[in-house]
Structures are given as structure tokens and as C-alpha cells.
């Protein structure tokens, strides 16, 4: 089975690490793939920032916010309600993201080694 859901995410960021663990503990149908954006293949991808999570969902790429709760809608309940934030503006919802994005390394640390699920 070809995953079409494909999450890119900071393999060195333990935040970002711990979160591809808790998606895969709460993805049963193990509908998601999982790429560093660290990888060979991905150095020449016009990443908008590396602050950010990206998911490819079908053809789209979606980012930040959007793409986090993207994924939770796609995971085990009660994860799904987070859905109902899309609802809330982009531009407020990224905010908060930023603050975390932004400060991620500094309050979880790095790693030493890239992350592979």
C-alpha cells in the first residue's frame, strides 16, 4: 500500500521527534510516512522556513498550523476534535505555533542523530 499522507518534520528537533512517535502510537491504520526534512532528497525543496511541520495530503502541501491539525484529524479519537481550530484564522492560530516553533529547541533540545520512525 502506497502512503499518500506524508509528513516532513526536523529530524534533529526532540519535539519534533516525539511528536512522530506519538502520530504513529495514534495512527492505527499506519496511514502516514514520515521524511526528516533532512534527507538527501528534500535539500533542494523550497522549504518556507524550518520552523515548520509540512504534510503532503494527497498532492497538497499544507504547513504550520494547518498542516498539525491535518494530522490530528486523521488520528485515533479523540485527537479528530482538534479539527474544529481550523475554524479559527490562520493568522491567530499560527501565532501560537510560531511561539513554540521558535523557541522548540531552546525548552526540548536537539539531537545528535536524525530521527527515523
Known amino acids: 500500500m502506497e ?18 512517535k506519538w502520530i504513529v502510537r495514534n495512527d492505527p491504520g499506519k ?24 504534510l503532503m495530503l494527497n498532492g497538497k502541501v499544507y504547513n504550520r498550523s494547518g498542516a498539525a491539525l ?3 484529524l486523521r488520528l485515533r479519537f479523540p485527537w479528530p476534535l482538534l479539527g474544529i481550530f481550523l475554524l479559527v484564522p490562520p493568522f491567530l ?4 505555533y510560531h511561539l513554540v516553533a521558535r523557541n522548540r529547541k531552546r525548552w526540548f533540545g536537539t539531537r545528535t542523530t536524525c530521527y527515523l520512525p
Open 3 to 20: 502512503r499518500e499522507w506524508t509528513v516532513l518534520y526536523d529530524g534533529y528537533c526532540n519535539l519534533c521527534s516525539r511528536t512522530v
Open 31 to 54: 496511514r502516514f510516512s514520515f521524511t526528516p526534512l533532512q534527507a538527501a532528497e528534500l535539500r533542494a525543496f523550497d522549504q518556507p522556513d524550518g520552523d515548520t511541520v509540512l
Open 70 to 72: 491535518r494530522i490530528a
Open 93 to 96: 492560530r499560527n501565532g501560537v
